[in-house]
């Protein structure tokens, strides 16, 4: 496994999460990382916003063309989409093959518009959450929020309001996603003896 590389998916083009990445790279508080992207839809934004980057461009599982991603490059790896559409899902599937492929080692989901994704691709997509809990074939799931103060992790995620209440009645479900919770933050975030708090019923329930 690349122990360095993160896939960062492209998101929403037209939304603001690329534009953050492209402004912390070139400040240098954020590197190691391959943007997943069309080349050409990419560009184009670049062109549009007048932004100027010096990319290099992964079109394959090369281990070697990854072990030579560094900070003196925007590095994208190129995917096949029609339309800005299609380039925000297929670049949410193309990261979770690069990281099954131990070519990355995590992936940073840029926001995306999950009504637009569900209307013009997916039918079935409701978050990128549940996306890759699909995919990865998993019961138990858990978004996290993480500041070096406090980590945040909702119970409940993309779910209609009235549904909340029927889904934390049912206490197996409550005391597998706390249990998931507890070994993520032993494995990824080296915290030994994590204290939880169950703080209240605050849905994440999407933008509308």
């Known amino acids: 496994m690349n122990k360095k590389i993160i ?3 492209i998101g929403d083009i037209n939304g ?3 534009e953050i990445l ?3 790279w070139k400040t ?3 590197n190691n990382f391959i943007l997943i992207t069309n080349k050409k839809l990419f560009t184009k934004y670049l062109i549009n916003k007048k932004i ?3 990319i290099r ?3 394959n599982y090369d281990k070697n063309e990854f072990k030579k991603i560094n900070n003196k490059y925007f590095s994208i790896f190129d995917i096949k989409a029609k339309n800005n559409n299609d380039n925000t899902y297929n670049s949410l599937l193309e990261s979770y093959k690069l990281n099954n492929k131990n070519l990355c080692k995590g992936i940073i989901t ?3 518009n999950k009504n637009i994704i569900s209307k013009k691709i997916n039918n079935k997509f409701v978050g990128q959450t549940e996306f890759f809990e699909k995919l990865n074939n998993k019961k138990y799931t858990n978004m996290i929020f993480y500041s070096k103060k406090i980590i945040v992790s909702p119970l409940t995620t993309h779910i209609p309001i009235n549904n909340i209440n029927k889904k934390l009645k049912n206490m197996n479900f409550i005391l597998k996603k706390i249990e998931k919770l507890i070994l993520t933050l032993k494995n990824d975030f080296s915290i030994k003896n994590p204290k939880i708090a169950l703080a209240g019923l605050n849905p994440h329930a999407g933008e509308n």
Do not use: E, S
Request: net charge positive.
């Open 110 to 112: 840029l926001p995306l």
């Open 22 to 24: 492209i402004k912390l």
């Open 57 to 59: 461009t992964i079109i």
């Open 16 to 18: 603001i999460g690329i």
């Open 28 to 30: 240098k508080k954020i």
């Open 7 to 9: 896939a960062v998916t």
């Open 52 to 54: 100027k980057l010096i």
